[in-house]
């Protein structure tokens, strides 16, 4: 059962060295600014739980995985200050995704778009279902998936963002989605996945947690100048959702 909270939801449960992250939105699992920040701080927090040792990153209920940022809070923008504030929630949560010493496992049960698309690259290893398809329609509204952008890139590659960015209303099925590096798996249910994952973590939360720390890091060489990189990307989409070009756009999208 999916939340009707406005300002979303965020739960964990810690459970035999294993932390399991869930967010909800009533908005097919969106993101407003203040759930962006819970999350963020959550993984900031689970870096420091020497009881954990792997994470799951979950969304509520069984279709959308994330539709990306809040629309209303995108349309809202009205000064380059909110514009930046606004697309640094992404860049934080990412950002605070990079640092974690934890492996963080994703569980993609249904679509996912923009923002959503950039939290599963930024996952260490991801299960998806068949109903798992992606979208980056950032260019659609007269922005571009610019925050984002470094995570798919290190998880895909240049081609596949270029391919996701340059044609922004067309999805890209789970399988696409395996074949290019976003996901490991891909299941034909949701129990089938769910199954897998159980086993997945079990296996993760019995190896040695400093094996597991320095293998993350190994991954994410290269990455050191995100903090700086992701803040400056947020501020260019900020001022591009200032722009009439792209305040039109939203209306009619809005319509």
Same mark, same amino acid.
């Given at each position: 059962?999916?939340?009707?909270? $406005? ?7 810690? !459970? $035999? ?14 993101? +407003? ?22 994470? %799951? %990153? ?16 995108? +349309?809202?923008?009205? $000064? ?14 990412? $950002? ?11 569980? +993609?049960?249904?679509?996912? #778009? ?26 659609? #509204? ?10 798919? !890139?290190? *998880? ?25 590096? %976003?996901?490991? *798996? ?29 293998? *993350? ?11 700086? %990189? ?23 999208? *809005?319509?």
């Amino acid at each position: 059962m999916q939340t009707s909270r $406005n300002n979303g939801s965020l739960y964990t449960k810690i !459970e $035999n060295g294993i932390a399991h992250v869930e967010f909800g939105h009533p908005a097919s699992n969106s993101f +407003v600014s203040e759930l962006l920040k819970r999350l963020t701080t959550e993984f900031e927090k689970l870096s420091e739980d020497r009881e954990v040792s792997v994470i %799951l %990153l979950k969304s509520e209920g069984k279709r959308a995985f994330c539709a990306g940022a809040s629309f209303d809070e995108l +349309v809202a923008i009205s $000064n380059l200050e909110e514009g930046k504030t606004f697309f640094s929630g992404f860049a934080h949560v990412i $950002n605070a995704m990079r640092k974690c010493p934890k492996p963080i496992l994703g569980r +993609v049960q249904g679509k996912t #778009v923009g923002g959503g698309v950039g939290l599963a690259s930024a996952c260490d290893y991801v299960h998806a279902t068949v109903d798992a398809a992606i979208k980056l329609s950032e260019i659609a #509204v007269g922005i571009g998936p610019f925050v984002i952008a470094p995570a798919v !890139e290190r *998880k895909m590659g240049k081609a596949a963002l270029a391919e996701l960015s340059f044609y922004p209303t067309e999805w890209k099925n789970a399988y696409w989605a395996k074949e290019k590096g %976003l996901y490991a *798996k891909v299941y034909d249910s949701i129990a089938e996945m769910d199954k897998e994952i159980e086993i997945h973590l079990q296996k993760l939360s019995t190896y040695n947690p400093k094996a597991l720390s320095k293998m *993350k890091s190994v991954l994410w060489e290269g990455t050191e100048t995100w903090d700086k %990189l992701l803040s400056e990307r947020a501020a260019l989409s900020g001022e591009l959702a200032l722009s009439p070009h792209t305040k039109k756009s939203l209306e009619a999208f *809005k319509k």
